[in-house]
């Protein structure tokens, strides 16, 4: 039997009773006949556009050009004509400047043999400029380029592959470890490389027996030395914070200046640009919620409307009360079907009105749920008060600057005070 850690203050049990797992196989979304693709899809400034309208562009070709170290290149998902460069809104960074590709010609790499490189013989320089020049950022908000990341941890303790979803319905990670687990060690060892952590940890949610049993098979059988961690179902299990202090049990303490977290996504982005000099143009993406009829995990072209998605899993069985990008807890809603799927985007849901429970705001009645359950040891109730009555410097003195925004404090209280979007 395996023991299972966790952190100690805080969080909530949440329930993952969902009629699929992330160990179903993972479809292929049809190729999208019209790519949207925003020239921001990570944190730090907009890729300049490269293109204009009327062009034809190969499938990944450069159509946004990064100009400094905390921005990222952009390229096509798809062959076809530049239709138009436009402003679009997305759900975290606002108005962006968008290029539409209309489908057209044949695709360079879809369907074809790929060359395969080894890395191994590469330096260090050349896999730092490869990886910067197939736009590989970290595959999750905020997206940081993950040459920015590497830089900033040039002496790193801890490499952590984060394999833990603790948020209900999303299933990409887990679903992506099981299809394609060896490419992400490999990517994971490349970053060994790149990183030369003293310490190299995977964790994983605690599940089915024989399930932990295949993962230690195939960390075992990888030739990537790592210790294999367990840590029970529980939200936010996943965030760093939470990770540090199940990982730092026994060793030297685990921060963010010492340790190099990645999904795997973002290793199996790094495998494929190393091995098969192919950039980011591909995201795999949960489609669930109880509006959903057959909630699936999809390999989805970059610029996909997200109402192609939802069609492709079978369309609406119910009005969805909101609609949102990533999880339940920390997503963001969108506003739109044809919203386009970014490097970013891990999951889309569609929720129902039994699924958001929303009612009336009322006022604080001081029950203390709050505070039980922020992870981060704050009093959410207080410091909604001091935010209430725009005492903003007594908010941050009281550790607003460390509240993760994780939606913890707001999930249990009973007054539905928005306490979240306040913080």
Excluded at 83 to 104: F, K, Y
Excluded at 120 to 145: I, K, N, Y
Excluded at 202 to 216: G, K, M, Q, T, Y
Excluded at 357 to 383: D, H, Q
Aim: aromatic share 6%; hydrophobic share 40%.
């Amino acid at each position: 039997m395996i023991h299972a850690k966790t952190f100690r203050h805080g969080g909530l049990r949440l329930a993952q009773d969902l009629p699929w797992t992330g160990g179903l196989p993972i479809d292929n979304a049809f190729l999208p006949v019209t790519a949207l693709i925003p020239l921001k899809q990570h944190a730090g400034p907009a890729a300049r556009c490269v293109v204009q309208k009327g062009d034809f562009v190969r499938e990944g070709a450069m159509i946004g050009k990064s100009e400094r170290g905390d921005s990222a290149h952009i390229h096509a998902p798809i062959p076809g004509i530049i239709r138009d460069i436009r402003r679009i809104r997305t759900a975290s960074d606002g108005p962006v400047e968008a290029v539409e590709i209309s489908l057209q010609g044949s695709f360079d790499r879809l369907g074809k043999r790929a060359e395969r490189y080894i890395w191994s013989s590469m330096s260090r320089a050349d896999m730092f400029q490869t990886l910067r020049d197939r736009g590989v950022v970290e595959m999750e908000e905020p997206g940081r380029p993950l040459g920015e990341m590497i830089a900033s941890h040039e002496r790193c303790s801890f490499l952590v592959l984060n394999c833990v979803e603790s948020e209900p319905y999303i299933r990409t990670e887990g679903a992506l470890m099981s299809a394609r687990g060896k490419e992400i060690l490999d990517g994971l060892a490349i970053l060994q490389k790149l990183v030369s952590p003293e310490h190299t940890a995977a964790v994983f949610d605690v599940r089915e027996e024989s399930e932990r049993a295949s993962i230690l098979g195939l960390l075992g059988a990888s030739e990537t030395s790592m210790e294999a961690c367990f840590t029970e179902p529980r939200y936010p299990q996943d965030m760093p914070n939470q990770l540090f202090a199940v990982l730092g049990s026994g060793k030297a303490v685990i921060s963010p200046a010492n340790a190099f977290i990645v999904r795997p996504s973002t290793a199996l982005a790094v495998y494929e640009a190393l091995v098969f000099a192919k950039p980011v143009m591909e995201r795999y993406v949960t489609v669930a919620g109880g509006a959903i009829k057959h909630p699936s995990v999809l390999k989805t072209r970059i610029g996909t409307s997200i109402g192609d998605l939802i069609e492709e899993c079978g369309g609406f069985v119910d009005s969805p009360e909101k609609l949102v990008v990533g999880g339940p807890l920390r997503g963001q809603p969108v506003f739109s079907l044809d919203s386009p799927i970014t490097k970013l985007t891990g999951g889309i849901l569609a929720l129902t009105r039994e699924e958001t429970n929303r009612s009336r705001t009322e006022a604080c009645i001081r029950c203390g749920r709050c505070l039980e359950v922020c992870p981060e040891r704050l009093a959410p109730c207080e410091l909604f008060r001091f935010i209430e009555k725009r005492r903003y410097e007594e908010a941050m003195a009281n550790g607003l600057a460390n509240c993760t925004c994780c939606g913890a404090c707001g999930y249990v209280c009973p007054s539905r005070i928005h306490l979240v979007e306040a913080f």
